[in-house]
């Protein structure tokens, strides 16, 4: 016996060497469980802050993009940092850094993908940052232009008023008019180049064409241009309004050459916002992707919850072997085979009571005893009473779950029956907005002709009022001159009247020499001898004299008549002349007043093209805004429904899920009936063994006697 008890102290202190061993390297196996579970949820946490922030770094990548591109300086330097951030926080998800491990090979998939992605968008990003000069620059001169058109245009209208007045020739007048439309499609043109769309190569063509020729015009105008006609302009007023809108110009027209160069980058930047706008949203779902398997590395580790639980129920064997060797004593020692054999009872009782759990029966706790068993009772009671407890809370848990699942199934079902209809009516609004802008283009065609033909009709109208107002000018230098020459008649009819009375007086002059030649003959008859001859002599040729003027006064009687009576027929005639002239100027006046009336209605006609090309390129930019808003929205519309089938698939998933873990969990058995097999509430401790040994001594040469009046509580169940 005392071999046998010396044999059986051997296997306790092996046992209780063994189990402490064992415990010990339980609990730093726990500890260290514990420590890298805690360090690896720091890690996740910063893979997830990482991935968050890729996700923020992403969108904002695409609204610094469209801000940039709009000609925003600001947003230049933010897109810059951002494209230098993603990169960077994309490195330390792949690899790591200096504070975090890479996360390893689980997440490669999700990381490729958002590198792979972040390839054409870096590139895209690279060419909007590329071009930052050439889009401030032309944003700038499309501002400034955009600003200064009207004010240029009603320049170039006064022009044209002041030209209309001036002896020039129609060519110069039809150049003032030709600026007035050739300024509008500069600005239009430079638009069409920034929106980066199809025509936008084209457009850069007509931009420099047009810039040109208006550049021509206005250097024509101010120093001539005999080949096409243009004569210099020689008015103050004018001069000063073509320095005028030469000043608000000459921004664009220093710039000619540089917009054109720097379209075809223009270009490319415009098509990287937009590109950049189509792949944020697929960059998004991604970086969400991969903030998603961030939160299963855990599960995927060798520390993890799982290991702990089994690590903490093996220090509580552990544990329990060495109270149960720590509770033994020399008593015990005696009493080895009694203690054997009641452990071996007690042991396969345990083992019995251990069958209905393999088989998922957690309805009935172990029943406690005082012997060795009994930590590991208490321990699987208590292990029993956390699964029922954890069996409950996942039955109610997964009965809630399920509920919410199946409304998040239906509330996905319905989202994607609302998308659908959304999708449809985007897509109807996408074709109509597509007509409108078709007809917004041929308006606006239709608008530049009627424009065209509104200013042939102006510079018409305007020539013939000049033309009219040239005739009433002549008219009127025809009435004064007819004015003056009847001034004159009358003034001679005047003279030829003196000359009249004159030749009367003259008449009579020579009558009376006549009388006096022939009383001297008669005088002369009465003398005799050679004063008589003499006096006969003078009375003859003084006679003669009288005679002479008699017929030269006649003549000239008969001349002043013929005058006289020719300048009455002449006055006659040009009274009548004056009354067409009068009747010829007030037709004159009544043509300039209908010229006017004409000139009026055809500059109100080109004002209300001009207006409603404005309003029909309003309309036509409205049309494109929406365009883009629609396809846009159509866009979010498609992935909203791919993420609510993705959603619907998810959920579909998780019921099936929570099914199977309800069919695993309703496997157990649980029952109220279980606590009614305690004899002890829970909180009590184990009862002390009962042991009593009377008059018992060791004889540690001889034998070995068992105790006497030996008593064990063997009814009171663990607590």
Known sequence: MRSMIKKQRGRVDSVLTLSAVGLVAAVAALGVNMWQMSVSSSYDEEYRSTASDMRVISQDINLESREAFSGSEAAFSELAKSRRAFP??????????????????????????????????????????????????????????????????????????????????????????????????????????????????????????????????????????????????????????????????????????????????????????????????????????????????????????????????LAMVFLGTIGVRFNGSRAQERQAQEQALAMESEVQQKVREIQPLAEGNLSRDLTATTGITAPIAIAVNQLLDWMRSVVRSVNSSSEQVRAAVDESSNAATEVKGSLEEVGSIVADTASTSVELREINSNMSELAETTQQASDQAVSAAREGDVGIETLMVSVEEIRESQQTVAKTSKRLGDDIEIVADLLFRIREVANAISTLAMNTRIEAASHSGEGGQRFAGIADETGKLANQTNEIVQEADRAIRSVSNRMAESNRNMEGATQSLVKLSSIASDVRERFGHILSLSENARNYMADMREQINQSSASSSHVTESVSDILSKTLQTQRAADRMESATNDLRSLFDRLREDTQRFKLSDEATDLRAAPRTSRVAPVQVAVAGASEDTDDEESAPAGYTGDLTQKAS
């Open 88 to 313: 960077a926080e994309m490195l330390v998800l792949r690899d790591g850094n200096e504070d975090v491990p890479a996360p390893g090979e689980s997440m490669a998939p999700y990381v490729n993908t958002i590198e792979k992605q972040w390839g054409s968008v870096a590139a895209d990003v690279d060419a909007i940052l590329k071009a930052k000069q050439r889009i401030l620059f032309v944003r700038g001169v499309s501002q400034n232009l955009n600003a200064n058109i009207k004010t240029i245009q009603a320049y170039f209208a006064d022009m044209v008023d002041i030209l209309g007045g001036a002896n020039v020739s129609s060519e110069t007048l039809l150049a003032a008019q030709q600026q007035l439309w050739l300024i509008e499609r500069i600005g239009r043109n430079i638009d069409r180049i920034l929106a980066g769309g199809k025509d936008a190569t084209a457009a850069a063509e007509e931009f420099k064409q047009d810039a040109l020729l208006f550049q021509r015009n206005m250097e024509g105008m101010r120093n001539g241009d005999r080949a096409r006609g243009i004569d210099q302009l020689r008015s103050a007023a004018a001069l000063e309004t073509l320095d005028l809108a030469e000043g608000l110009y000459a921004q664009v027209s220093g710039s000619v050459n540089d917009i054109y160069d720097a379209h075809q980058e223009i270009i490319r930047a415009a098509q990287a916002a937009n590109a950049i706008a189509d792949a944020a949203p697929t960059l998004a779902v991604a970086t969400g992707n991969a903030m998603v398997q961030v939160d299963k590395l855990a599960d995927e580790r060798t520390f993890s919850p799982l290991t702990a639980s089994l690590l903490g129920l």
